[in-house]
């Protein structure tokens, strides 16, 4: 008489469930490696005052980068970056700009489908051939 097969259990199969080795752990984190920065906040006086400054200059550097962090209250890789952030801004403004003026050129330069068909109607009409 053949032997009876063995009934598997999930629950006695110790590695389905459970994590793999390989799975990172709270313990197996690097307590030294820097958490995730915290977003600068500008409030309405900063912005108004940063955006001022941006109109003017584009890049700001050494002692003025400096005056205006103090004058702000905020540190000056923050006036940093931010002029980095509003820089590429402003790039992405002036390509869409571009784009935008290129589109409505073109659409002046080739007259639109509903005109040429009143146009060719209306030759039609006074039998005049184009």
Known sequence: MPSPRPRLELAHCSGLWAFPDWAPTEDLRDPERQQKRVRTMF???????????????????????????????????????????????????????????????ASLDEPSSSSNASIQSDDAESGVDG
């Open 43 to 105: 409030n309405l006086e900063q912005l108004e005052e940063l955006e001022k400054v941006f109109a003017k200059q584009h890049n700001l550097v050494g002692k003025k980068r400096a005056q205006l962090a103090a004058r702000l209250k905020l540190t000056e890789n923050q006036v940093r970056v931010w002029f980095q952030n509003r820089r590429v801004k402003y790039q992405k403004q002036q390509k869409l700009r571009a784009a935008v003026t290129s589109a409505e050129a």
